[in-house]
Protein backbone atom coordinates (compact mmCIF):
# COMPACT_ATOMS: atom_id res chain seq x y z
CA UNK A 1 0.00 0.00 0.00
CA UNK A 2 1.14 3.76 -0.72
CA UNK A 3 -0.67 6.65 0.17
CA UNK A 4 -0.29 10.95 0.77
CA UNK A 5 -2.69 12.62 2.21
CA UNK A 6 -4.26 15.86 0.53
CA UNK A 7 -6.22 18.13 2.53
CA UNK A 8 -8.64 15.88 4.60
CA UNK A 9 -8.23 13.02 1.68
CA UNK A 10 -5.64 10.34 1.71
CA UNK A 11 -4.80 9.01 -2.00
CA UNK A 12 -4.31 5.35 -1.68
CA UNK A 13 -2.95 2.94 -4.25
CA UNK A 14 -3.02 -1.21 -3.03
CA UNK A 15 -0.80 -3.11 -5.38
CA UNK A 16 -1.45 -6.90 -6.75
CA UNK A 17 -2.27 -9.70 -3.73
CA UNK A 18 -3.32 -6.46 -1.40
CA UNK A 19 -6.21 -7.60 0.78
CA UNK A 20 -8.47 -4.26 1.05
CA UNK A 21 -10.40 -4.47 4.13
CA UNK A 22 -6.79 -5.18 5.93
CA UNK A 23 -4.78 -2.57 4.12
CA UNK A 24 -7.44 0.10 4.69
CA UNK A 25 -7.80 -0.99 8.67
CA UNK A 26 -3.62 -0.65 8.78
CA UNK A 27 -4.58 2.85 6.86
CA UNK A 28 -6.80 3.84 9.67
CA UNK A 29 -4.25 2.75 12.41
CA UNK A 30 -1.70 4.43 11.26
CA UNK A 31 -3.72 7.77 10.81
CA UNK A 32 -6.09 7.29 13.49
CA UNK A 33 -8.58 7.89 11.05
CA UNK A 34 -12.24 7.05 13.16
CA UNK A 35 -14.71 8.09 10.42
CA UNK A 36 -14.21 8.60 6.78
CA UNK A 37 -15.86 7.62 3.43
CA UNK A 38 -14.36 5.22 0.74
CA UNK A 39 -14.64 5.60 -2.79
CA UNK A 40 -12.22 3.34 -5.18
CA UNK A 41 -11.67 1.73 -8.74
CA UNK A 42 -9.67 -0.99 -10.05
CA UNK A 43 -9.68 -5.10 -9.99
CA UNK A 44 -9.96 -7.79 -7.92
CA UNK A 45 -9.42 -11.95 -8.55
CA UNK A 46 -9.72 -13.46 -5.35
CA UNK A 47 -12.85 -12.09 -3.48
CA UNK A 48 -16.37 -12.42 -1.23
CA UNK A 49 -19.24 -10.59 -1.53
CA UNK A 50 -22.71 -11.25 0.21
CA UNK A 51 -26.14 -10.22 0.30
CA UNK A 52 -27.85 -10.28 3.70
CA UNK A 53 -30.64 -12.32 4.86
CA UNK A 54 -32.86 -10.41 7.62
CA UNK A 55 -34.65 -13.63 8.78
CA UNK A 56 -31.31 -15.95 9.17
CA UNK A 57 -28.92 -12.62 10.19
CA UNK A 58 -26.40 -13.98 8.07
CA UNK A 59 -25.09 -13.21 4.18
CA UNK A 60 -25.63 -15.27 1.49
CA UNK A 61 -21.97 -15.16 0.06
CA UNK A 62 -20.42 -14.90 -3.51
CA UNK A 63 -16.97 -16.37 -3.74
CA UNK A 64 -15.65 -14.84 -6.58
CA UNK A 65 -12.13 -16.44 -7.98
CA UNK A 66 -11.84 -14.60 -11.92
CA UNK A 67 -10.58 -11.49 -12.47
CA UNK A 68 -13.22 -8.89 -12.42
CA UNK A 69 -13.04 -5.01 -12.70
CA UNK A 70 -13.88 -2.89 -9.10
CA UNK A 71 -16.58 -0.54 -11.22
CA UNK A 72 -17.42 0.84 -7.77
CA UNK A 73 -16.16 0.16 -4.32
CA UNK A 74 -17.91 2.41 -1.33
CA UNK A 75 -18.28 2.26 2.08
CA UNK A 76 -17.38 3.75 4.98
CA UNK A 77 -15.20 3.86 8.26
CA UNK A 78 -16.87 4.22 11.52
CA UNK A 79 -14.95 2.40 14.85
CA UNK A 80 -16.60 -0.22 17.05
CA UNK A 81 -14.85 -1.01 20.46
CA UNK A 82 -12.07 1.41 20.10
CA UNK A 83 -11.36 -0.14 16.70
CA UNK A 84 -11.57 1.18 13.02
CA UNK A 85 -14.57 -0.51 11.61
CA UNK A 86 -14.75 -0.93 7.54
CA UNK A 87 -17.76 -1.26 6.02
CA UNK A 88 -17.87 -1.95 2.35
CA UNK A 89 -19.99 -2.81 -0.77
CA UNK A 90 -18.83 -3.37 -4.24
CA UNK A 91 -20.22 -3.71 -7.63
CA UNK A 92 -18.08 -6.11 -10.01
CA UNK A 93 -18.28 -6.84 -13.69
CA UNK A 94 -16.76 -9.73 -14.93
CA UNK A 95 -15.31 -11.06 -18.65
CA UNK A 96 -19.23 -10.86 -20.04
CA UNK A 97 -19.88 -7.23 -18.33
CA UNK A 98 -21.96 -9.50 -15.72
CA UNK A 99 -22.29 -7.10 -12.70
CA UNK A 100 -21.65 -8.70 -9.37
CA UNK A 101 -22.34 -6.76 -6.14
CA UNK A 102 -23.01 -6.79 -2.69
CA UNK A 103 -21.35 -6.38 1.11
CA UNK A 104 -17.49 -6.69 0.89
CA UNK A 105 -16.78 -9.72 2.86
CA UNK A 106 -13.03 -10.53 1.60
CA UNK A 107 -11.26 -8.69 -1.02
CA UNK A 108 -7.87 -8.84 -2.70
CA UNK A 109 -6.68 -6.53 -5.67
CA UNK A 110 -6.08 -8.46 -8.59
CA UNK A 111 -3.99 -5.57 -10.29
CA UNK A 112 -4.36 -2.32 -8.69
CA UNK A 113 -6.91 -0.83 -6.64
CA UNK A 114 -6.83 3.11 -6.54
CA UNK A 115 -8.95 4.92 -3.69
CA UNK A 116 -9.85 7.76 -2.10
CA UNK A 117 -10.80 7.97 1.72
CA UNK A 118 -12.25 11.30 3.18
CA UNK A 119 -11.60 11.96 6.98
CA UNK A 120 -14.34 14.75 7.74
CA UNK A 121 -14.28 15.86 12.07
CA UNK A 122 -15.75 13.66 14.34
CA UNK A 123 -16.22 9.63 14.97
CA UNK A 124 -19.41 7.86 14.33
CA UNK A 125 -19.16 4.18 16.39
CA UNK A 126 -21.00 1.09 16.31
CA UNK A 127 -23.15 -0.85 18.75
CA UNK A 128 -24.87 -4.32 18.01
CA UNK A 129 -28.36 -4.40 17.02
CA UNK A 130 -28.90 -8.04 18.33
CA UNK A 131 -33.00 -7.83 16.35
CA UNK A 132 -31.05 -7.16 13.36
CA UNK A 133 -28.33 -9.23 13.86
CA UNK A 134 -25.76 -6.28 12.26
CA UNK A 135 -23.88 -3.35 13.76
CA UNK A 136 -25.45 -0.03 13.42
CA UNK A 137 -24.15 3.53 13.88
CA UNK A 138 -24.80 5.24 17.21
CA UNK A 139 -24.94 8.40 17.72
Not at 36 to 50: H, S
Amino acid sequence: MQYKQSGNTYIVRLDLGEDIIESLKKLCEEEHIFLGRVEAIGATDNAVIGVYDLEKKEYYPEKITTFMEITSLNGNITSMDGKPYIHLHATLADQNHAMHGGHVLEMKVGATCEMFVTVPEGTVKRKREESLGINLWDF
